[in-house]
């Protein structure tokens, strides 16, 4: 393509003929200039970008951590380590922040996409004015793909309808293969392809495992572009789900890491700390920040629970070490296409720090945590389940204790955006051609909005002014190449805002003022924000964070919080926001919701229909009603489900008898079966489900009925009050996620399923309104 093409304005406006115009093709004057496709800049290179998920600073061997992570020192040592790189603390933001190089106030995702409110800074809703990288690279000749995670679309636009905005094929990837929301099961996924739903092609049985089906679709998609459009520079963006709970590890690395924490989460973080000094990640004469007051030292914790915390890590080590192996897949195809070398890696290992949402003993089914019922998980509970810990069988998360320790040396954990534990994120950066430097340490201070620009520069590309005739907003981060050749070149980011959940603090040329509001070890509803105490360091001389020196300089203190207050009015970041109930309702948040009323009809053939898209039918009265075409001969499979393995429904039929299982998280199984079998033909079926009432999670007595004649009836002793895990959706005809029920003769209904509705009747005793609104916000947090 012509060089002197402008490029501020996208898409590129086409240029118009300008010439004589010929009767005849023969004619010899009749010559245009020929066809050139849509190009960057000559040298731009290709970009594989790579986000983890809840990984903390100190957790992969790159950085000093216990988990083994092979291919990510293989890149670091073939590139640069940058040591003070940062995320937001929370999913949502970083991922917001990262793709549009603008802070996450900035483009409405101060915190995630779930928790939504009307305040300019928390819509979720990325405006107009912030096109992403994808975007603006598409329009300049990449070719752009993402696999894996998509968080950062609103909730009332998660459905399988659209719009399609912010999805990721409306953000300028030309191919999503992956899931939408916070979290999903590794064994069962719920998968979109682009904009449409699908199946995994394999069964945990048969090996089937997220992260591998991601670096192979990813291989794939490479080899096709090296066949097909090998002069068209690439921009791949890879965000596995790992690892953000459930901790979910194939078979075969189970054991990778046996025994290998017994000596817990204390002596682990000593040893990581020495590791980190030696591989001169953190400087040698810095300091081990304390352990917060309410995180248990390892030898006060009941000696019957250290074989439970110790196999919690050692199944977050593989997952992660997994990960890193699947990666390693990823980054080899490129390799042996011979693009190596033109390659700019960019390995941002967390998008926040490592999870403190497990609670201090860890979870073997995070849906527990995250409706607040962690009651049931006594150790006995816990150790009678330890050795399914990882497998499909469980959806588990570790102990907070664990969390901290893989964020050493800083302190606190995953959305306290006060302090570096939260925020601080090894980045590893990898390009051979572009760098000279190999396994050097890169120090300045810098941002997940320098990201974007830095590849904007490497592509010889100009910040957008306008998109699509919309005027942009400038890009508020700063390019990072300038210290690809330099590590002793000032840092060019001087000033940084951080703000979660009213947790804040602000970096300016190395002074920290920080105030952990609302920290995992404290209330759901903090103290008001007039009340926080706020810490001030020098992080010139205290790398870590680890001497407190407010009370000596509280002028310093003064200056910073000032700088806080001014940077937070200029990103948006006010009205600071730590509200429960208000968030948690749509309705007093200011955010749309996809289903509202009473009632709700779903036709066959709809499936993997996400909560956000359902009314709820939890803590009271209900009908679930479904058209039915019963088939000759013995009738199986499932009518309508929701929910899986960690807890859910389902109507269906073994043996030809209509069927209702209630799953409590795993736990147990409450069944009603049918007297009779269903006979052939067109019938309406029913079930009712009669609250208890008396509160939340309560039981009911369940009716079950064809054309209007009862068949059965039975009983459900006690229910959920939130809703089941969020990425095991409703299913119209089928099962597709993890089975509600081991129950199912089929998965799949043998009949014909032609509408299923649900209703909640008028009159019906409802105690939804009864669950505590912090336990919605912690739900809400739970999945991020």
Not at 225 to 239: G, I
Request: with cysteine; glycine share 10%; hydrophobic share 35%.
């Amino acid at each position: 393509m012509a060089t002197d093409v402008p490029r501020e304005v996208l898409p590129i406006p086409d240029r118009p003929y300008v010439g004589p115009t010929m009767y005849d093709a023969r004619d010899p004057r009749a010559t245009y200039r020929p066809i050139e496709p849509l190009r960057p800049p000559e040298g731009a290179p290709n970009v594989l970008l790579i986000l983890l998920d809840d990984a903390g600073f100190g957790s992969n061997s790159a950085f000093g951590g216990p988990c083994r992570t092979p291919t990510f020192e293989r890149l670091a040592e073939a590139g640069l380590r940058y040591t003070r790189f940062h995320t937001t603390a929370i999913c949502s933001a970083t991922r917001a922040a990262l793709l549009t190089g603008r802070n996450h106030h900035s483009v409405g995702m101060g915190t995630v996409s779930d928790m939504a409110t009307a305040a300019p800074g928390y819509t979720s809703y990325r405006p107009n004015t912030a096109a992403t990288i994808a975007e603006t690279l598409l329009m300049n000749g990449y070719a752009t793909a993402q696999f894996g995670k998509c968080h950062e679309a609103p909730t009332w636009e998660w459905s399988s309808k659209g719009p399609f905005h912010r999805w990721p094929t409306g953000s300028g990837f030309e191919y999503f293969y992956g899931f939408v929301g916070g979290e999903t099961s590794q064994f069962y996924p719920s998968l979109f392809e682009n904009t449409r739903p699908i199946r995994p092609t394999k069964t945990p049985e048969e090996g089937y495992h997220l992260t591998e089906d991601l670096a192979s679709r990813a291989c794939d998609w490479l080899r096709q572009h090296r066949s097909l459009a090998p002069d068209r520079p690439f921009f791949m963006y890879f965000a596995p789900g790992a690892t953000h709970a459930p901790l979910h590890v194939p078979a075969q690395w189970l054991e990778r890491y046996r025994g290998a924490f017994d000596q817990g989460w204390d002596a682990v973080r000593e040893v990581t700390f020495s590791r980190q000094k030696q591989l001169g990640v953190v400087p040698p004469n810095c300091e081990l920040t304390a352990r917060p007051a309410g995180i248990p030292a390892w030898d006060s914790v009941a000696d019957e629970m250290k074989p439970v915390l110790a196999r919690q890590m050692e199944i977050y080590a593989a997952f992660l070490e997994h990960t890193d192996f699947c990666i390693g897949q990823v980054v080899d195809v490129i390799a042996e296409l011979g693009m190596l070398e033109d390659t700019l890696i960019y390995v941002i290992t967390g998008d926040n720090g490592a999870s403190g949402e497990g609670t201090l003993h860890g979870t073997w089914n995070e849906s527990l945590t995250m409706t607040g019922m962690t009651q049931i998980e006594t150790p006995e509970f816990l150790r009678a389940r330890l050795e399914s810990f990882g497998t499909p069988q469980s959806y588990p998360q570790y102990s907070l204790g664990w969390g901290h320790a893989m964020n050493a040396p800083y302190q606190w954990t995953k959305r306290v955006a006060s302090h570096w534990g939260g925020t601080r994120n090894g980045l590893i950066v990898h390009w051979p051609r572009g760098i000279e430097a190999r396994g050097e340490l890169r120090h300045q201070f810098h941002h997940v909005i320098d990201v974007a620009p830095t590849f904007l520069e490497v592509a010889r590309l100009p910040h957008p002014v306008m998109v699509y005739g919309v005027t942009q907003q400038p890009i508020e981060g700063v390019s990072m190449a300038y210290s690809f050749h330099d590590a002793s070149a000032p840092e060019r980011r001087t000033t940084q805002y951080f703000e979660i959940l009213g947790n804040r603090g602000i970096y300016h040329e190395g002074w920290t003022a920080v105030t952990a509001h609302g920290p995992p070890t404290g209330p759901m509803t903090p103290r008001p924000f007039d009340e926080d105490v706020w810490e001030l360091y020098d992080t010139n001389t205290d790398w870590t964070q680890a001497h407190d020196l407010a009370k000596e300089q509280p002028d310093k203190l003064r200056e910073l919080q000032r700088l806080f207050l001014i940077e937070a009015a200029k990103y948006n970041v006010l009205p600071l926001d730590d509200r429960t109930a208000e968030r948690a309702n749509p309705d007093t948040a200011g955010r749309p919701v996809l289903a509202r009323g009473r009632r709700q009809r779903l036709y066959g053939g709809m499936g993997r229909v996400d909560a956000f898209a359902v009314i709820s039918i939890k803590n009271k009265s209900h009908r679930i009603t479904a058209q039915v075409v019963v088939p000759s001969g013995q009738c199986e499979g499932v009518i309508v489900a929701q929910g899986g393995f960690p807890g859910g429904w389902s109507l269906y039929t073994r043996n030809g008898r209509l069927k209702y299982c209630y799953n409590f998280y795993g736990l147990e199984h409450f069944y009603i079966a049918a007297d009779e079998p269903l006979p052939a033909g067109p019938h309406l079926v029913r079930m009712d489900f009669e609250y208890d009432g008396g509160g939340v999670a309560k039981g009911g007595t369940v009716r079950l009925y064809v054309d209007d004649r009862p068949l059965g009836d039975g009983r459900v002793e006690r229910t959920q009050p939130l809703p089941f895990a969020s990425d095991e959706p409703l299913d119209i005809g089928r099962d597709g996620g993890s089975p509600v029920t081991p129950d199912y003769f089929l998965r799949e209904f043998t009949g014909e399923v032609q509408w299923v509705e649900l209703e909640v009747p008028e009159g019906a005793l409802d105690f939804d309104a009864q669950v505590p609104q912090e336990e919605r916000m912690k739900a809400a947090l739970v999945r991020e």
